[in-house]
């Protein structure tokens, strides 16, 4: 009995800060993620791309489709800027549900954010619901972006 105690004693106040580690993990890669979004709804370029690693790579729905390299996040960002004047897009928001999965390996992360995109179109209103694959790199200057997916669901 006396073992059985003490595994769960040790199970709990071992497991209990690696938890908390965890807890603390998510919420700091959830906000960089965050604070890309919220440069987005912005028009923030220099927001989104100081969320961003300098080598990042970047898919998503419009042409090009694949960005990657140095800046690449700036250079998606201003290709959607373009994008949205030929295409009659204007006031573009993102807005996202907590992660539906969240793995984190030492210094990188992979996340899973339900997400809508919603804009004006020539006048009409478009939601596109949609799903954000985000990987990220830890390193100097704490969390970055180093990769993203749009994909509609």
Request: proline share 5%.
């Amino acid at each position: 009995m006396h073992k059985y105690v003490l595994a769960l004693y040790f199970g709990v106040v071992i497991g209990a800060p690696a938890n908390a580690a965890n807890a603390a993990d998510d919420s700091a890669l959830v906000a960089v993620v965050q604070r890309s979004v919220d440069g987005f709804n912005h028009a923030d370029a220099r927001a989104v791309a100081a969320t961003c690693a300098r080598e990042a790579v970047v898919i998503d729905d419009f042409p090009p489709h694949a960005w990657q390299g140095p800046h690449a996040c700036a250079r998606w960002f201003k290709d959607f800027e373009s994008m949205s004047k030929v295409e009659g897009i204007a006031n573009a928001r993102i807005a996202v549900d907590p992660p539906s999965h969240i793995e984190i390996s030492k210094d990188v992360a992979y996340l899973v954010i339900p997400a809508k995109l919603s804009f004006d179109r020539k006048g009409a209103h478009v939601t596109d619901v949609g799903i954000m694959t985000v990987t990220l790199r830890n390193g100097e200057s704490g969390w970055r972006i180093s990769g993203w997916v749009w994909s509609d669901r």
